[in-house]
């Protein structure tokens, strides 16, 4: 089954928070130190990415021309609106936003990397779902983390996380006949040096650092593919 993988990858999170909800209840203290220390595990696994680049140029090209993008489309603000709603929608009572900023932070974690492109293509060309299944633990583990700090917005991540795999493990065949592998490998290098740069933003915005619009960043990643194309082609 193509969809295998990001299915078990959706009940993973949905699992992880649900599991969260039993720690929602911790003292402030406990979330707050729990909060850095995710900040700073996702800010070395930020950098960590950042260091796969081969041609850091493409990078900062595509960071420069997608938030630019970002902000035409205010797509933060979009994430936000639909956190918003859902939040509106679950009947949530009391910090107004936690939902949504639960929503679009966990979003932007599970979404950005490496492993979801490299796990969806491998669940579709191959029918292998390896990959999405360590996704699958480490996603579910945070979401542990995350629910039991921003609460239970952050369960609702698992919708755009499987749109997004899953269109990627369904349309792999196609990738696979129209991409070359020399393209497809340069791509997600320099997507993951791009998508680390923006994880690292998602550390420094939960440390409380900088107050990053991550989510207009992501334009990026698509740029990242056109830019790619055209030093391949040339």
């Known amino acids: 089954m193509v969809l295998l993988g990001t299915l078990v990858n959706g009940a993973a999170i949905i699992i992880g928070s649900l599991l969260g909800l039993v720690f929602h209840n911790i003292p402030e203290r406990y979330k707050t130190t729990i909060m850095q220390a ?11 990415m950042g260091l796969q680049s081969e ?3 493409i990078v900062i090209g595509s960071l420069v021309i997608g938030g630019w993008i970002g902000e035409r489309i205010q797509l933060e603000d979009v994430l936000n609106r639909v956190g918003k709603w859902i939040e509106k929608r679950s009947g949530a009572r009391g910090n107004e936003g936690a939902v949504a900023k639960a929503f679009v932070t966990a979003t932007l974690v ?3 990397g490496a492993m979801a492109v490299l796990g969806a293509l491998d669940s579709g060309l191959r029918l292998d779902h390896n990959v999405l299944y360590t996704k699958s633990m480490l996603d579910g583990f945070t979401a542990v983390l995350f629910t039991a700090t921003l609460g239970f917005g952050v369960a609702f991540s698992f919708i755009p ?34 998508g680390g740069i923006m994880i690292m933003g998602i550390g420094l915005k939960l440390a409380g650092i900088l107050d990053i619009r991550v989510a207009n960043l992501l334009p990026a990643i698509p740029v990242v593919a056109v830019i790619v194309t055209g030093m391949y082609l040339l």
Not at 38 to 48: D, F, R
Request: hydrophobic share 60%.
């Open 38 to 48: 995710l900040a700073l595990a996702v800010m070395l696994l930020g950098i960590q």
């Open 55 to 57: 041609q850091f140029l």
């Open 110 to 112: 599970y979404v950005v």
């Open 161 to 194: 996380v499987v749109l997004y795999q899953g269109s990627i493990a369904l349309l792999a065949g196609q990738i696979d006949q129209f991409v070359p592998v020399e393209l497809r490998e340069m791509f997600i290098t320099e997507m993951t040096g791009t």
